[in-house]
């Protein structure tokens, strides 16, 4: 009687066997494609919202000549100055739109003929002697482009927050309130 010895099964050859056993059956096909193409769509789907436990989910945000964050107070102390007013409807894209984090309870995007008074967040931040590159939120939104200044007419209140295990923060920073929380 003659044995036979068997081949070592490589990683190759059992891989080979796996997808074989799987792709026998179309159905089985079509669940597996299905799964793949859920699993890849969410990992590629936006973030959340970087944001801090507390936030005002009332109060849209106005974004005032693309370059400053505002309230919509703003809107109605200045109608007189405004040119141009979009109500943004459809969710933007994080990676179109550099407001995009603080946009979940809506934004107004205004051009206004008016110049507005503003502080950037590198002079709020040195301010409150801070370090300077220290993030900063509006509403407890984090604000993601050091490139926004905050109109100083909007400001209601500034609070500071200190990292904890609910926050996730790296770093004391500061959040601006622009309505009442």
Same mark, same amino acid.
């Given at each position: 009687?003659?044995? %036979?010895?068997? #081949?070592?099964?490589?990683?190759?050859? =059992?891989?080979?066997?796996?997808?074989?056993?799987?792709?026998?059956?179309?159905? %089985?096909? $079509?669940?597996?494609?299905?799964?793949?193409?859920?699993?890849?769509?969410?990992?590629?789907?936006? #973030?959340?919202?970087? #944001?801090?436990?507390?936030?005002?989910? &009332?109060?849209?945000?106005?974004?005032?000549?693309?370059?400053?964050? &505002? &309230?919509?107070?703003?809107?109605?102390?200045?109608?007189?100055?405004?040119?141009?007013?979009? =109500?943004?409807? !459809?969710?933007?894209?994080?990676?179109?739109?550099?407001?995009?984090?603080?946009?979940?309870?809506?934004? =107004? $995007?205004?051009?206004?003929?008016? %110049? =507005?008074?503003?502080?950037?967040?590198?002079?709020?931040?040195?301010?409150?002697?801070?370090?300077? $590159?220290?993030?900063?939120?509006?509403?407890?939104?984090?604000?993601?482009?050091?490139?926004?200044?905050?109109?100083? !007419?909007?400001?209601?209140?500034?609070?500071?927050?200190?990292?904890?295990?609910?926050?996730? $923060?790296?770093? %004391?920073?500061?959040?601006?309130?622009?309505?009442?929380?």
């Amino acid at each position: 009687m003659k044995i %036979k010895k068997q #081949k070592k099964s490589t990683s190759k050859n =059992v891989m080979h066997l796996f997808l074989n056993l799987i792709f026998k059956n179309s159905k %089985k096909k $079509l669940i597996i494609t299905f799964f793949c193409m859920l699993f890849f769509s969410s990992c590629y789907s936006q #973030k959340k919202y970087n #944001k801090l436990p507390k936030t005002n989910n &009332s109060s849209l945000i106005v974004i005032i000549n693309d370059s400053i964050i &505002s &309230s919509e107070s703003s809107i109605s102390n200045h109608k007189e100055t405004i040119e141009k007013m979009y =109500v943004m409807k !459809e969710k933007p894209n994080r990676k179109e739109h550099k407001f995009y984090n603080l946009s979940e309870n809506g934004i =107004v $995007l205004v051009d206004m003929n008016k %110049k =507005v008074k503003t502080i950037s967040q590198q002079e709020l931040n040195s301010f409150f002697k801070i370090n300077p $590159l220290n993030e900063i939120y509006v509403n407890g939104y984090l604000i993601e482009h050091r490139d926004y200044e905050i109109a100083t !007419e909007s400001i209601v209140k500034i609070e500071f927050i200190q990292p904890n295990t609910k926050n996730d $923060l790296k770093n %004391k920073t500061i959040n601006i309130w622009m309505t009442s929380n």
